[in-house]
T-cell receptor, first 113, second 112 residues
Framework: SAVISQKPSRDICQRGTSLTIQCQVD?????MFWYRQQPGQSLTLIAT?????????ESGFVIDKFPISRPNLTFSTLTVSNMSPEDSSIYLC??????????FGSGTRLTVV | GQNIDQPTEMTATEGAIVQINCTYQ??????LFWYQQHAGEAPTFLSY????GLEEKGRFSSFLSRSKGYSYLLLKELQMKDSASYLC?????????????FGAGTRLTVKP
């Protein structure tokens, strides 16, 4: 399975600021996925990031709020912009491993104050 | 779209067997997955079914019936470390959608 390095692992941010989360994969992958997991809830897909094209966002998520970069086949970033306390959550990146399941990064626990 | 339903919480005793059910509706189907997630950690892959029947992996087994839109995860010889959330996830297979969507998770508590 792929190994994903995600950072930061956690952060406390002020309302109105932005945070960029990075994921580095140890192998080349076509698609990377960004999920949000709010306290006590399951994972919600934010967007799918393909290299060389714009990310595809799910209903309820927009590019202005969650811009994504995918400069190459091993790296992606998700920015949480103009944060509010409602954005406090765990953010996870994942990739499709060769066995068909997903491998996840270790997650970024974001608290907005 | 997808609906994925599983019980919110379950409790079982150490050494026992527990079955966690999952029902789903999906427009396309490319596999059903079970993940384990301990508090504060990322989900880890447990099992995968794409054909009907039972898949066994040590103490964990998973069953799928595609016609019924139903799966279960069976955990045998429960250990305290099995206390975690168990997430049922379905992978779509449609021309513009090949991603994985998760149920709300079942929080399992194993008691001595």
């Amino acid at each position: 399975s792929a190994v994903i390095s995600q950072k930061p692992s956690r952060d406390i941010c002020q309302r109105g600021t932005s945070l960029t989360i990075q994921c580095q994969v140890d192998s080349q992958v076509t698609m990377m996925f960004w999920y949000r997991q709010q306290p006590g809830q399951s994972l919600t897909l934010i967007a799918t990031a393909n290299q060389g094209s714009e990310a595809t966002y799910e209903s309820g998520f927009v590019i202005d709020k969650f811009p994504i970069s995918r400069p190459n086949l091993t790296f992606s970033t998700l920015t949480v912009s103009n944060m509010s306390p409602e954005d406090s959550s765990i953010y996870l990146c994942s990739v499709d491993d060769r066995e068909g399941s997903y491998t996840f990064g270790s997650g970024t626990r974001l608290t907005v104050v | 779209g997808q609906n994925i339903d599983q019980p919110t919480e379950m409790t079982a005793t150490e050494g026992a067997i527990v079955q966690i059910n999952c029902t789903y509706q999906t427009s396309g189907f490319n596999g059903l997955f079970w993940y384990q997630q301990h508090a504060g950690e990322a989900p880890t892959f447990l099992s995968y079914n794409v054909l009907d029947g039972l898949e066994e992996k040590g103490r964990f087994s998973s069953f799928l019936s595609r016609s019924k839109g139903y799966s279960y995860l069976l955990l045998k010889e429960l250990q305290m470390k099995d206390s975690a959330s168990y997430l049922c996830a379905v992978r779509d297979l449609t021309p513009d959608n090949n991603d994985m969507r998760f149920g709300a998770g079942t929080r399992l508590t194993v008691k001595p």
